[in-house]
């Protein structure tokens, strides 16, 4: 699978794949995190090395973050991989109970 060149700092929306992006949980997660560390934004993106609109766009959910910044981001907020994907992960296995 091939994707067309990506915003700032991650994968747009419309082709993110489901493991990528599950939804606005993580956009929600991310700005949760970032706020309980007391962190604006221009200092999240200077922690991650990205710029301020990258940050932005992801608690917009307008983009994803790669998934370079996804690593980079659960150290930078002291949060899991897993955490971080908490919401997706019992939405999916919801699907899946209720597939049987």
Do not use: Y
Request: hydrophobic share 40%.
């Amino acid at each position: 699978m091939v994707f067309p060149t990506k915003p700032l700092g991650g994968v747009s929306i419309t082709e993110a794949p489901p493991f990528i992006f599950g939804g606005c949980m993580l956009k929600d997660k991310i700005r949760h995190e970032r706020r309980n560390l007391a962190l604006t934004q221009v200092e999240l993106a200077d922690l991650m090395g990205v710029n301020e609109l990258s940050v932005r766009n992801w608690e917009r959910g307008k983009c994803a973050p790669s998934m370079q910044h996804l690593v980079k981001l659960s150290l930078v907020l002291n949060v899991s991989l897993d955490e971080m994907f908490e919401e997706e992960r019992r939405l999916l296995e919801n699907e899946s109970d209720n597939e049987i």
